[in-house]
């Protein structure tokens, strides 16, 4: 998997979430490297959406 590759659980959980995936587009490269990576490392579908629900929060 390329590393800037969106895993498909997060692309899924974001696709539900209009706001958390502006918010992700509009995030600087590096940030949406980290979140990408924490993405990989999640090891639930809760762990996927708090990370999404992160992202709608701000």
Not at 42 to 47: L, T, Y
């Amino acid at each position: 998997m390329e590393q800037n590759e969106i895993p498909l659980g997060f692309g899924f959980a974001l696709a539900q979430h209009p706001d958390a995936m502006k918010h992700f587009c509009s995030l600087p490269e590096e940030r949406q490297a980290q979140i990408l990576q924490r993405a990989r490392r999640a090891s639930s579908r809760a762990e996927m959406h708090a990370l999404v629900d992160e992202l709608t929060l701000g």
